[in-house]
């Protein structure tokens, strides 16, 4: 699921709205998100107080699209009002991008200096609070030049599927504490909302138990419920929950086999519309 979701995403792309610093560098919201009202609120409040904030859970989740809602709010713009410097941790650089993050944050480079002293010099007399976003963090070895260039930063967002990583990062962070933040999947009720907004019309009486009980099976995780909407309509999906729930001697497909599939499909049929509706 990491991988195909981070094939769907473009690593670094303009987002809509107000220019502000760190407002071009970050990822887009993927079509047809559900706010998760709580959730957004309590990591808003960690990354304001934390120097360190981990939100980890299974992937398919929807970290990625949730920290972009929060660094994207009204709130944590006005907190951190130098900026937001966005790092897809997954396959981190061997060495800073010294340019990159100056660019990211509007650092004007002073004629005749190098692009790290720039850095060093900006971090070193920075007077107004910037947060670092490190997403899906997988190997924390892998991250210490970056950590060691970024240590000047005001706090740190980290995304991981490995709640662990808290304690991995507190020692290089230099973090007194860290806030640990588990991402829940989505309740029938947002998963529902989540469907019927990529619908563009509501579930009929008929299609939402079946609809419900693939949900379940699926573990309500944003990525696989977009995936179901690749048998389009109620008899496909029973089908679909037969197949899965497959009774008798009969050996069912079984989830990560069907998502596997599902993903393969969702390749086969790149210039269908539905493509561009689940992720756009």
């Not at 109620?234 to 993903?263: C, F, I, M, S």
Request: proline share 8%; glycine share 10%.
């Amino acid at each position: 699921l990491r991988a195909a979701a981070t094939a769907e995403r473009p690593v670094v792309a303009p987002v809509r709205g107000e220019a502000q610093r760190g407002g071009p560098w970050l990822p887009p919201l993927v079509g047809g998100y559900v706010a998760r009202e709580a959730v957004e609120a309590q990591v808003q409040e960690a990354v304001r107080r934390s120097r360190l904030t981990v939100l980890y859970g299974a992937a398919g989740l929807g970290k990625t699209t949730l920290a972009t809602r929060v660094v994207g709010s009204a709130a944590v713009r006005a907190h951190f009002s130098a900026g937001v410097l966005w790092v897809a941790a997954a396959q981190p650089p061997a060495t800073p991008p010294y340019q990159h993050w100056c660019e990211a944050l509007q650092v004007p480079p002073p004629a005749g200096a190098s692009w790290q002293a720039t850095w060093e010099r900006w971090v070193a007399g920075a007077s107004q609070r910037w947060l670092v976003v490190l997403d899906d963090v997988v190997d924390v070895v892998a991250l210490q030049p970056l950590l060691a260039a970024l240590s000047g930063a005001s706090a740190l967002l980290v995304t991981t599927q490995d709640g662990a990583v808290a304690e991995q990062l507190r020692g290089p962070w230099t973090a007194p504490e860290v806030t640990r933040v588990a991402l829940p999947p989505l309740t029938p009720v947002e998963g529902r909302a989540l469907l019927e907004q990529a619908l563009a019309r509501e579930l009929t009486a008929a299609e939402w138990p079946v609809v419900e009980r693939l949900g379940t099976l699926l573990g309500w995780q944003p990525l696989a419920l977009r995936l179901t909407l690749l048998e389009g309509q109620a008899g496909a999906w029973a089908d679909l929950l037969a197949e899965l729930e497959r009774p008798g001697g009969g050996r069912p497909l079984g989830v990560g086999a069907w998502l596997t599939r599902q993903w393969a499909r969702l390749g086969a049929q790149a210039e269908q519309p539905s493509r561009q509706a689940l992720l756009q």
